[in-house]
Structure formats: structure tokens, C-alpha cells
Nanobody, 116 residues
Framework: QVRLVESGGGLAQAGGSLRLSCTASGSILSINTMGWYRQAPGKQRELVAG???????NYADSVKGRFTISRDNAKNTMYLQMNGLKPEDTAVYYC??????????WGQGTQVTVSS
């Protein structure tokens, strides 16, 4: 079992920045890949960025060059640095981990609102 706690959401103006954090506890040694997803009202949840245990990253086209995903294994924490925010980035952001045994765990979500 892995428990995820997110923080760092809030309100930002267009062009501004926010940093999200996701701290894992529990069976952290089983964690393989980690990722950030988001869900805007009336839309499906989508992958924003992912990072493997080896540090390889991938991003949605819509956030490339603006968002940076990273992880600090010593702190069991994953981050999403969001720069150049746009109103269309407004969504609830969720962190997710996938374990080596094939289980997925989700955080509770944190709201990000970008005003124009």
C-alpha cells in the first residue's frame, strides 16, 4: 500500500508559476513510475508528465517547455514545476504511482486555477 499526499496547488495568474509536491509513504520501495495527471471540468483525466525510477521523463505536448517533473528519492517526493501557466492549465492535478507489482495509487488531487 502506498499513500500519496499532494500539496502546492492554488491560484496563479497567467504567465505565473506554481510548484506541486507529492510525498509518498508506505510501501515506497515498490514504486516504479510516478506521474502527474490533471482533470478539467467536463474533460477526461489526462497525463501531464511522468518519470521513471531511472529518471526518464515524458510530457504532454501541451506542457512541454513549460512544466518540469522531478523526483527526490531520498524524500520520497515528486515535484511538478509549472511555469508560464495558462488558463487552460486550470484543473485538479493528481499524482499517481505505479508499483512493480502492477498496482496504481492516486493522490487526493489539488486544485490549480489560472486566471487570465
Amino acid at each position: 500500500q502506498v499513500r500519496l499526499v499532494e500539496s502546492g496547488g492554488g491560484l496563479a495568474q497567467a504567465g505565473g508559476s506554481l510548484r506541486l509536491s507529492c510525498t509518498a509513504s508506505g510501501s515506497i520501495l515498490s514504486i516504479n513510475t510516478m506521474g502527474w495527471y490533471r482533470q478539467a471540468p467536463g474533460k477526461q483525466r489526462e497525463l501531464v508528465a511522468g518519470i521513471t525510477s531511472g529518471g526518464s521523463t515524458n510530457y504532454a505536448d501541451s506542457v512541454k517547455g513549460r512544466f518540469t517533473i522531478s523526483r527526490d528519492n531520498a524524500k520520497n517526493t515528486m515535484y511538478l514545476q509549472m511555469n508560464g501557466l495558462k488558463p487552460e492549465d486550470t484543473a485538479v492535478y493528481y499524482c499517481k504511482v505505479a508499483t512493480r507489482l502492477g498496482f496504481d495509487y492516486w493522490g487526493q488531487g489539488t486544485q490549480v486555477t489560472v486566471s487570465s
